[in-house]
């Protein structure tokens, strides 16, 4: 026997449980306001999927065994997986993160029915695909850091506000913290330690509190702000802080073209910008480019993986880590092949004189 149930009305109540706290991560925390606000745009998705491809959305509770009944069920989840899929793809015009995501929030979903419901809804869910591509890591090299820092001239030739912007910049590739810490940072978080200067902040990600020592120029530009109302840092919002670094960049110089790429489904897609016009180094900068740049220095300076993990708040298994080295290897592997083109035999002395 098959007991239906209104998918839409339950996801409702999924949500509800994890704003309130009675749906918690395996760790034990809550779940985030940033993951919470993907669930609600799940529903929206599964709201307006329903509605345009006049799809039955229902949830399905098996009761008993019966043999006819789970070829049913099989063949209604590979039927709602496969075309909520396309729907993304062809009517919404994604790609394959994006897609990925919501498939994730789904099976969260439906893992919840079971376990915390005590819906047998099946293991169908298993089998929906979570699409996931790794775009390329865009890092600042140390020569790009040093003009940024230190070049009076530059900094001098942009406007107020992107002379805030580059020193919040600036904060972000040398300590690692992520955005949303950045923005968090308050004066307690700038302390002093036999006469060092550090910033001692948990993330709000993670929950890992990190202490990271800072070099003489960070300390000058957190002086210099200190003065602000409840942030130690004036961070605008994060399109606008987005945009300003672009700005910056482009002032910089640092036009040259880059290749975007996306996956959408199993083909690659070339991303342009507004008139078709090729994407430039400056326009892929945004602020999570601090935090990249800085691991990814780190481990070229040849710092040793443990310590760049507990600077950057990485746990010892994390797998997105493993992409930060395989980045700086790529670097120390043309840097030591530059050696390797120097070392040629080199001939007699015999051979020389004749």
């Given at each position: 026997?098959?007991?239906?149930?209104?998918?839409?009305?339950?996801?409702?109540?999924?949500?509800?449980?994890?704003?309130?706290g009675r749906r918690l991560k395996q760790n034990g925390h809550r779940v985030s306001a940033g993951t919470i606000k993907n669930y609600h745009n799940t529903l929206r998705l599964l709201t307006n999927f329903k509605?345009?491809?006049?799809?039955?959305?229902?949830?399905?509770?098996?009761?008993?065994?019966?043999?006819?009944?789970?070829?049913?069920?099989?063949?209604?989840?590979?039927?709602?997986?496969?075309?909520?899929?396309?729907?993304?793809?062809?009517?919404?015009?994604?790609?394959?993160?994006?897609?990925?995501?919501?498939?994730?929030?789904?099976?969260?979903?439906?893992?919840?029915?079971?376990?915390?419901?005590?819906?047998?809804?099946?293991?169908?869910?298993?089998?929906?695909?979570?699409?996931?591509?790794?775009?390329?890591?865009?890092?600042?090299?140390?020569?790009?850091?040093?003009?940024?820092?230190?070049?009076?001239?530059?900094?001098?030739?942009?406007?107020?506000?992107?002379?805030?912007?580059?020193?919040?910049?600036?904060?972000?590739?040398?300590?690692?913290?992520?955005?949303?810490?950045?923005?968090?940072?308050?004066?307690?978080?700038?302390?002093?330690?036999?006469?060092?200067?550090?910033?001692?902040?948990?993330?709000?990600?993670?929950?890992?509190?990190?202490?990271?020592?800072?070099?003489?120029?960070?300390?000058?530009?957190?002086?210099?702000?200190?003065?602000?109302?409840?942030?130690?840092?004036?961070?605008?919002?994060?399109?606008?802080?987005?945009?300003?670094?672009?700005?910056?960049?482009?002032?910089?110089?640092?036009?040259?073209?880059?290749?975007?790429?996306?996956?959408?489904?199993?083909?690659?897609?070339?991303?342009?910008?507004?008139?078709?016009?090729?994407?430039?180094?400056?326009?892929?900068i945004t602020s999570h480019i601090m935090r990249r740049s800085c691991i990814t220095n780190m481990l070229v300076s040849g710092m040793p993986e443990h310590v760049v993990k507990q600077v950057s708040g990485h746990?010892?298994?994390?797998?997105?880590?493993?992409?930060?080295?395989?980045?700086?290897?790529?670097?120390?592997?043309?840097?030591?092949?530059?050696?390797?083109?120097?070392?040629?035999?080199?001939?007699?002395?015999?051979?020389?004189?004749?």
């Open positions: 026997m098959i007991i239906k149930h209104d998918l839409l009305q339950l996801f409702t109540k999924f949500i509800k449980a994890t704003e309130n509605s345009a491809k006049n799809f039955d959305l229902r949830m399905h509770e098996i009761k008993g065994n019966n043999k006819r009944e789970f070829s049913a069920l099989k063949k209604y989840n590979q039927s709602f997986y496969t075309k909520f899929c396309k729907y993304m793809f062809d009517d919404l015009k994604v790609m394959n993160n994006y897609v990925g995501q919501n498939i994730k929030t789904i099976r969260s979903f439906l893992n919840w029915c079971m376990y915390e419901q005590g819906l047998n809804v099946g293991f169908f869910h298993k089998k929906f695909y979570v699409l996931h591509e790794e775009p390329p890591i865009i890092t600042l090299s140390i020569e790009q850091l040093n003009f940024l820092i230190f070049d009076q001239a530059f900094h001098e030739k942009l406007k107020q506000h992107l002379q805030v912007a580059k020193d919040i910049f600036i904060i972000g590739c040398v300590t690692a913290l992520r955005i949303s810490d950045i923005q968090r940072l308050k004066r307690q978080h700038f302390i002093v330690r036999d006469g060092l200067y550090y910033l001692n902040i948990a993330s709000k990600k993670t929950g890992y509190e990190s202490l990271i020592k800072l070099p003489d120029f960070a300390v000058a530009i957190l002086k210099k702000y200190r003065g602000t109302p409840k942030q130690l840092l004036p961070v605008p919002i994060l399109c606008r802080f987005n945009v300003r670094l672009k700005q910056i960049c482009e002032v910089a110089g640092w036009t040259w073209p880059v290749i975007k790429q996306r996956k959408k489904g199993n083909k690659t897609i070339d991303l342009k910008l507004a008139y078709n016009k090729p994407y430039r180094f400056c326009d892929l746990t010892s298994d994390s797998k997105s880590f493993s992409r930060y080295v395989s980045l700086a290897q790529k670097i120390m592997d043309t840097e030591i092949d530059k050696i390797h083109v120097m070392l040629k035999p080199v001939e007699k002395l015999s051979e020389k004189l004749h």
